[in-house]
T-cell receptor, first 116, second 111 residues
Framework: NAGVMQNPRHLVRRRGQEARLRCSPM?????VYWYRQLPEEGLKFMVYLQKENIIDESGMPKERFSAEFPKEGPSILRIQQVVRGDSAAYFCASSPSTGGAKNIQYFGAGTRLSVL | AQRVTQPEKLLSVFKGAPVELKCNYSYSGSPELFWYVQYSRQRLQLLLRHISRESIKGFTADLNKGETSFHLKKPFAQEEDSAMYYC?????????????FGKGTKLSVIP
């Protein structure tokens, strides 16, 4: 099992461009979480998705940010018209779909977004 | 609102000395607490989960609801314990299972 895969590992964008971050969950996991980590801060929850459904997006900024987890393919976190303040490390986590293991989240290596 | 506080940004101890990384939380429901660890150049990984009540790599953590704490302890630190440690709380009561993290403590074990 390759674990949670995120790509790209590093992404550089200019202000106003779009950023697309991808996350493939662990095999057999159907729950995906996105977190953002600013410098010197802990990880902050953004959004929780199951296949084709957004379950909790209470941590997502109201504008420019969106997420999806289609029936086929990876989960995508999309940031439109990036600004310098979007520069951060973005982490994806996945968890199993059943039982008490729902609460165990397995993390990817993260995508470091730099906005010039 | 739930919150996790790790008061120490950096903790340095000598090899063989006891270690305690502090974590306090605020949460109105019944919390589930975790410790995650990130070794140099590796991804974040689960170290301990309070409901498991187990010892991993010599580390233990007890949930103290009276003091709203979940401190991580190890009697004898090893050099390989040097890493970033994050305490986290799960909002499982709302059906979302999102984790709320503290800012982390960097543990440095001096040989």
């Amino acid at each position: 099992n390759a674990g949670v895969m995120q790509n790209p590992r590093h992404l550089v964008r200019r202000r106003g461009q779009e950023a697309r971050l991808r996350c493939s969950p662990m095999k057999g996991h159907s729950h995906v979480y996105w977190y953002r980590q600013l410098p010197e801060e802990g990880l902050k929850f953004m959004v929780y998705l199951q296949k084709e459904n957004i379950i909790d997006e209470s941590g997502m900024p109201k504008e420019r940010f969106s997420a999806e987890f289609p029936k086929e393919g990876p989960s995508i976190l999309r940031i439109q018209q990036v600004v310098r303040g979007d520069s951060a490390a973005y982490f994806c986590a996945s968890s199993p779909s059943t039982g008490g293991a729902k609460n165990i989240q397995y993390f990817g290596a993260g995508t470091r977004l730099s906005v010039l | 609102a739930q919150r996790v506080t790790q008061p120490e940004k950096l903790l340095s101890v000598f090899k063989g000395a006891p270690v305690e990384l502090k974590c306090n939380y605020s949460y109105s429901g019944s919390p589930e607490l975790f410790w995650y660890v990130q070794y140099s150049r590796q991804r974040l990984q689960l170290l301990l989960r309070h409901i498991s009540r187990e010892s991993i790599k010599g580390f233990t953590a007890d949930l103290n609801k009276g003091e709203t704490s979940f401190h991580l302890k190890k009697p004898f630190a090893q050099e390989e314990d040097s890493a970033m440690y994050y305490c986290a709380l799960s909002n499982s009561g709302a059906g979302s299972y999102q984790l709320t993290f503290g800012k982390g403590t960097k543990l440095s074990v001096i040989p």
